[in-house]
């Protein structure tokens, strides 16, 4: 009992003992990771420390996918958030008839995503009302090579 004490006691146990918590770290390697912990001068293990107990505080879980995010939201999904609000704000400009707006946004996005069908069908649709025959065409164009691609 004593032998047990002494040894939760001393720091260079009571350091190994967590390190050897890590997942795929046995003792023999949590040994190995303190000695060279201690053998740094003070910086790098003040340095360690800090930047696991920062991380610690600022990241938590994205409310959407449950990966690691230093926000409520990660950045997939909050990218993914703003393109369906853009999506949106597309679709109405054109159900409203305001196709100089359509069309701003649909340029914006045909040059931000190449590979979107649905930006290129619209875009179509936006230059068509605005009577841009040529332009449109050239949209459709893009957006049927993405259909057979
Ligand atoms: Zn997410």
Known sequence: MENFRDQREDPVSKLVFELSKLPGIGEKTATRLAYFILKQD??????????ILSAKRKVGLCRTCHTLTDGETCRICSNAQRDL???VLIDSALKAGKLPLARMLLSERTGDKPNSRW???????????????????VARARASMLKAA
């Open 119 to 137: 930006s290129w069908l619209r875009f179509a649709e936006a230059l068509e009302g605005s009577g841009d025959a040529a332009q449109a065409a």
């Open 85 to 87: 609000f853009h999506m």
């Open 42 to 51: 003070s910086a790098y293990p003040e340095a360690l420390a800090g930047a």
